[in-house]
């Protein structure tokens, strides 16, 4: 699946920039028309321009080129190249802009003489010159000129060292980004887009370009990738200018310092300059380590998270959480961190087995709790269809989740506000207490954070908070997807409790707990006594019924 471009592109910059020739190629490659203004005006009036310009005056000339853009401005989409002077002509300026993008091509006054020298064609302006009077004269020019092509919306460098149909296939591609309506994580300097697209692979280089990363790239993922996205990964690499990828084990019990260690010593043995941006290519693991080496690498270098499975792209993607375990707790060792950007292809999630889906599922179904009742009820309306995964849903689940994650991050990043970025934690407690009881990666996290979230509910309901209607809609949705009603092991509730003692999320040794008053509205509720959560924490014991 290609991007959709809407837009003319014109084509501005100095003589011998590759305006026509690169031009002409990315009409070709778009199937659009191509028009080279100087060469209409010269076909419709059957002079030369120079001779357009001794006969008629320059004005004249001025008026024939807008003639000519609103002409093929209604002929789009089309690409056009301009001359070299249209911009000084306001009236020029203001038609492209009104349906079109102007890309700029820039090279450098060495390049630009070799190029000339080199074709037959001559350029009156530097007729009859030696070589050195011809670079005096294109340096000259360029410098006259610069402010007349700083005003294409996108520069592009066309040197003699990229090809002419990769450089057309990054200025598609970064025109294509251009137009993509991406969310953003609000947080000043430091905020970044989340594009959600069926397949990003190819166009990672202009992300990357956009959001001012070095295009020095190293793709890192695990090795279940290999097999399961192989073709996606080979996409990837080949955008990013066939960089190295560096693959983790899979599994959460390789979420360690040995394993990132790992990494440091791979990027340090092949130089990996500070001027480099780690691809994150995987589920939770993968992003949670790149995000934390990106973090400390050199000191800090770029990193873009590319999200593939439903749990990643909806959670751990967003935000700049970045840890790696700990004998002694997870998640323990870490740094907020945010990426540069998060490009998520819903197309891995074709591969991703069953069980990983519903664990993503089950914070899908939180966001729907804690911040909107709409989107709980889209959720229960087309829980088939989105088992199913039918594309137009799942684009709508990640990005509604994306969008409150986003917002939830961009009012509290470090998780330090009352009832802030803390809400994310609604489930996470009790879940927690979970995982640690089953044994980290025998419940997937999410089938946890499910159960935890019944736990959850029923403690506001006996606390008064909830209605027990609202209690069972939680729980029937949870159902109809599919999450485990019980814990899968016997569960001593006191071990549960000692187990949540261990959470981090545990704050000035007062037990804090975020609890749903209504779906779509939590709170943070604080000194519950160890009676009431104990037996709340029963609603997850295998009932002993016949
Ligand atoms: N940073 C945060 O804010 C945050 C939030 C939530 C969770 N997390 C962390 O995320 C981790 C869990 O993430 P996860 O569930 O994505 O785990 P994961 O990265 O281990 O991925 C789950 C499994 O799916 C495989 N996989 C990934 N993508 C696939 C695909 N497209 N097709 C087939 N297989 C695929 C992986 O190899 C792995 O075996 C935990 O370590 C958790 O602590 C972090
Ligand atoms: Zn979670």
Same mark, same amino acid.
């Given at each position: 699946?290609? /991007? ?7 084509? @501005? &910059? ?11 190629? =990315? ?42 853009? *609103?002409?093929? &401005? ?10 070299? &002077? ?17 890309? &700029? ?64 296939? *990054? ?18 300097? *430091? ?12 166009? +990672?280089?202009?992300?990357? #370009? ?35 990828? !560096? ?9 360690? /310092? ?6 440091? =010593? ?10 480099? @941006? +780690?691809?994150?290519? $995987?589920?939770?693991?993968? $992003?949670?380590?790149?995000? !934390?080496?990106? #973090? ?25 959480? @970045? ?106 407690? !009790? ?27 029923? %403690? ?17 949705? +949870? ?11 016997? /569960? ?9 003692? %261990? ?28 009676? @009431? ?14």
């Amino acid at each position: 699946m290609t /991007l959709p471009l809407a837009r003319n592109i014109y084509f @501005t &910059g100095f003589m011998a920039s590759g305006k026509s020739r690169i031009g002409s190629l =990315t009409a070709a490659s778009l199937g659009w028309k191509f028009f080279d203004i100087d060469k209409l005006i010269e076909e419709k009036t059957g002079k030369t321009i120079p001779r357009i310009f001794a006969e008629d005056g320059e004005p004249a000339f001025r008026r024939m080129e807008v003639e000519a853009l *609103r002409e093929v &401005g209604g002929q789009g989409p089309m690409v056009a190249s301009l001359g070299g &002077g249209t911009l000084i002509n306001p009236e020029a300026i203001e038609l492209i802009r009104r349906n079109g993008v102007l890309v &700029g091509l820039h090279a450098s006054p060495e390049v630009i003489l070799e190029r000339v020298n080199r074709k037959k064609e001559s350029r009156p302006l530097l007729a009859n010159l030696d070589d050195e009077s011809k670079m005096a004269k294109i340096k000259e020019m360029l410098e006259l000129r610069k402010p007349l092509y700083q005003l294409a919306d996108l520069h592009f460098e066309s040197d003699e060292k990229i090809p002419h149909h990769v450089l057309t296939r *990054r200025i598609i591609h970064r025109l294509q980004v251009d137009e993509l309506k991406p969310l953003t994580v609000e947080l000043a300097e *430091r905020s970044y887009p989340i594009y959600v697209e069926e397949n990003l692979a190819g166009h +990672l280089d202009s992300i990357a #370009a956009k959001a001012g990363c070095p295009q020095r790239f190293l793709i890192v993922t695990d090795q279940n990738l290999k097999s399961h996205q192989k073709r996606m990964l080979e996409q990837l690499r080949s955008c990013l200018g066939d960089c190295r990828i !560096f693959f983790f084990k899979s599994g959460e019990e390789e979420k360690s /310092l040995k394993s990132l260690n790992k990494l440091f =010593t791979f990027m340090l043995r092949h130089s990996y300059p500070r001027k480099t @941006t +780690l691809v994150a290519f $995987g589920g939770g693991v993968t $992003g949670d380590m790149v995000g !934390f080496a990106a #973090a400390v690498y050199l000191r800090g270098i770029d990193f873009i998270q590319a999200p593939t499975t439903l749990l990643s792209m909806v959670d751990s993607s967003v935000g700049g959480k @970045t840890a790696v375990n700990h004998p002694l707790g997870k998640n323990l060792i870490g740094a907020f961190y945010q990426p540069k950007a998060v490009a998520i292809s819903l197309e891995t999630l074709s591969t991703l087995p069953p069980l990983e889906f519903l664990s993503g599922m089950a914070e899908v179904v939180k966001y729907g709790v804690i911040r909107d009742p709409e989107f709980f009820a889209f959720l229960e309306e087309n829980t088939e269809a989105i088992l199913a995964k039918r594309p137009d849903l799942m684009r709508q689940v990640v990005l509604r989740s994306c969008a409150i994650k986003a917002e939830v991050v961009g009012k509290d990043e470090r998780e330090t506000a009352e009832g802030g970025r803390a809400i994310l934690n609604y489930g996470h407690t !009790f879940g927690h207490a979970f995982e640690v009881l089953g044994g980290y990666g025998a419940i997937p996290h999410g089938l946890a954070v499910a159960l935890g979230m019944r736990v959850a509910a029923r %403690l506001a309901v006996s606390l008064g908070m909830l209605t027990a209607a609202d209690e069972k809609r939680q729980n029937d949705l +949870l159902d109809k997807l599919g999450m485990p009603k019980h814990f899968p092991r016997k /569960l001593d509730e006191n071990k549960a409790w000692d187990a949540m003692g %261990l959470d981090k999320k545990v704050d000035d040794g007062s037990r804090v707990y975020i609890l749903p008053k209504r779906i779509g509205e939590v709170v943070p509720v604080r000194d519950v006594p160890k009676e @009431t959560v104990l037996q709340a924490l029963a609603v997850a014991r295998e009932s002993k019924g016949p």
